[in-house]
């Protein structure tokens, strides 16, 4: 979830460096509608947006880029998924607040050199609106928190994996860094289905090999999530990745590709960017206290931000953290703990709070701060160095396994979010759907 969230914020900041032409299309009239998906509709406008987006980045190499008419269908099918799954959250009671939106605003001011102020002054400053741009960081949380209650609920990790990992010695301490491209295969697909995907797979290999670059071919064909940014998966921890697509990448030199290579949801292609050895994996650990006030139907975020803030204020006029937890912590698990939540790796509960983690003293209290499911206060008790290689906690082994299944569930839920839906293309030269056609 972490590579996706800084994928996400990476492609929604290089819309500050955009040129006028960026610009302007971001605030062309609206001018048709190009698909229905179930009770909404996706406009010309926002398609063109995407386009543009893609257009620049490719600007010192268009001939990378495919015909306008594919590169609109395929831009349009990432649209109509994105649509599908903010539709979901919604309906699963997903909410993000004003306060999440604000956070992640930092994250990308930070990364651009900037504060907040001066990132609006930059958005505003290539003629886009602000608050449109404040909505598309809504949507890509909202889809960032889908993706991590559809992988909670479905990718289930049991201890007997967890010991088969460590005592087969299966634990793989290098890194990879690859990409990939997917054809999908629809759900229930006929044999004459799965063929066409396979050849239009070898196909892609064929292009690749003869010269088309791969990042150019992932926007192209590829139907994952990561294709706008050329498939690329990032360094990776090799036990995090799927175990077929290890092998393969065992079996390539640096900027090698494989053969098509079938998987749950289709045919993958990799390319092997590459490897690293991670040698003694010296971290830092932090070990924290956490206090937890939950929002619900019942109690606002306001009204729990209130009670956190009281809470706060108790502490900081004497009151010890752990009783503070004891009494008032809604986090059944670390409350009778007095809040503490043993020693663990940075990163382990993801950007938003390694950031707060990141601001604190040994000793200090963090402000109030918002992330699912309600009101958070931390308190930094002590940070040390640990290796981690050599000696995998179970902690950790568990995370490489569940991150793996969830990436797995996910694009199953994807697929079958997509087959269930209906959809209408009206972009010209697209033929009508059938009647009775989900697309």
Do not use: C
Request: hydrophobic residues 40%; glycine residues 8%; proline residues 4%.
């Amino acid at each position: 979830m972490k590579q996706f969230l800084l994928a996400t914020l990476a492609a929604l900041a290089t819309a500050i460096h955009a040129p006028a032409a960026l610009a302007q299309s971001l605030t062309q009239p609206v001018d048709g509608i190009v698909a229905v998906v179930n009770d909404d509709v996706i406009l010309r406008s926002e398609l063109d947006r995407q386009v543009a987006q893609v257009t620049t980045q490719f600007a010192n190499n268009p001939a990378q880029l495919p015909p306008r008419d594919i590169l609109e269908r395929q831009l349009l099918d990432r649209l109509i998924l994105q649509k599908l799954q903010i539709a979901r959250a919604v309906d699963s009671g997903i909410k993000v607040s004003d306060a999440q939106i604000d956070q992640t605003l930092v994250q990308i001011a930070q990364q651009n050199r900037l504060d907040v102020s001066q990132l609006r002054g930059a958005i505003e400053s290539q003629g886009m609106d602000y608050g449109q741009f404040r909505n598309n960081v809504r949507d890509q949380l909202l889809v960032q928190h889908l993706r991590q209650q559809v992988g909670q609920s479905r990718a289930q990790v049991s201890d007997a994996e967890i010991d088969s990992l460590i005592k087969n010695g299966h634990v793989r301490t290098e890194q990879l860094h690859a990409a990939h491209i997917v054809i999908n295969v629809p759900e229930g697909a006929t044999p004459g289905q799965i063929d066409e995907a396979h050849a239009k797979a070898e196909d892609v290999v064929r292009q690749i090999r003869g010269g088309m670059e791969f990042a150019a071919a992932a926007l192209r064909y590829s139907n994952a999530e990561d294709a706008l940014q050329g498939g690329d998966l990032g360094w990776r921890n090799a036990n995090e990745l799927p175990p077929a697509l290890v092998a393969a990448a065992d079996k390539l030199q640096d900027g090698e590709i494989t053969d098509p290579l079938r998987g749950p949801n289709g045919f993958h292609i990799v390319k092997l960017i590459g490897k690293r050895d991670a040698g003694a994996q010296m971290v830092t650990e932090y070990k924290l206290q956490h206090i937890l006030v939950k929002t619900s139907e019942l109690v606002s975020s306001a009204q729990a931000k209130q009670r956190i803030e009281a809470i706060r204020n108790r502490i900081v006029g004497g009151e010890d953290f752990a009783k503070a937890a004891i009494d008032s912590s809604e986090e059944t698990e670390t409350a009778r703990l007095g809040g503490d939540m043993g020693w663990a790796p940075a990163g382990a509960f993801g950007p938003v709070v390694q950031q707060i983690v990141d601001g604190l003293k040994k000793g200090e209290v963090s402000q109030p701060f918002e992330a699912p499911p309600g009101w958070h206060l931390l308190k930094l008790d002590d940070t040390r160095q640990a290796n981690m290689a050599g000696q995998m906690q179970r902690s950790e082994a568990k995370n490489m396994i569940f991150q793996r299944k969830a990436e797995e569930e996910y694009m199953s839920f994807l697929r079958q979010l997509r087959s269930e839906a209906y959809v209408e293309i009206r972009l010209p030269g697209s033929e009508p759907p059938k009647a009775g056609s989900n697309s």
